[in-house]
């Protein structure tokens, strides 16, 4: 299969990702906001806990996903076609939201915008940043494998401009 992310750009197994040292740079008082892959929920949960957070909603936000010509995406799946993705909201010690009006699930603002011209593997909806504003307030905020820099966020990640450097667990 040549359409999966490996093919696209470098990727990190679980057990890489669990030794990435979140919580060294996370607030004593922090939420984590991380999308996962639906078909690997258990994996999710273990990476969550691993970066010492709680999961509070496995679906925090829903991305109702659409084609170009606004109809339903007709993703891959196992037992169901995925038409949507999901961010896990976690949190670390007693962070509490700001607004409570936000909403979990959206149709991206931009999916209109491109026109039939093809969107880069695993890109995300841009509006999420301003959703995760809007329910958290203007906190410092950390974008993980990011492919670019955004005014607000510090990035970390490969492909990123400027990236921030999080220390590897891993015994030496």
């Known amino acids: 299969m ?3 992310a490996a093919h696209q750009y470098l990727t990190t197994g ?7 040292d979140v919580n060294s740079i996370a607030d004593d008082n922090a939420v984590l906001f991380m999308w996962y892959v639906g078909a690997m929920p258990q994996e999710a949960i273990d990476l969550v806990r691993a970066w010492g957070f ?4 496995m679906n925090g936000f829903v991305w109702n996903k659409l084609t170009q010509k606004n109809k339903p995406h007709f993703g891959m799946g196992f037992y169901t076609r995925a038409g949507s993705e999901s961010v896990i ?3 670390k010690g007693k962070f509490k939201p700001v607004s409570h009006g936000v909403r979990a699930v959206f149709n991206a603002d931009e999916q209109i915008q491109f026109e039939g011209k093809a969107i880069k593997h695993s890109k995300k909806p841009l509006q999420v940043r301003d959703l995760i504003i809007e329910l958290c307030g203007d906190l410092p905020r950390l974008e993980m494998f990011a492919r670019e820099s955004a005014e607000g966020w510090d ?3 490969n492909e990123a ?3 921030i450097t999080i220390n590897d667990k891993t015994p030496s």
């Open 161 to 163: 401009p400027n990236s």
């Open 14 to 20: 679980i057990e890489g990702l669990k030794n990435i």
């Open 54 to 57: 709680t999961i509070k909603n």
């Open 2 to 4: 040549k359409s999966g």
């Open 89 to 91: 909201i976690a949190t």
């Open 155 to 157: 990035v970390f990640g």
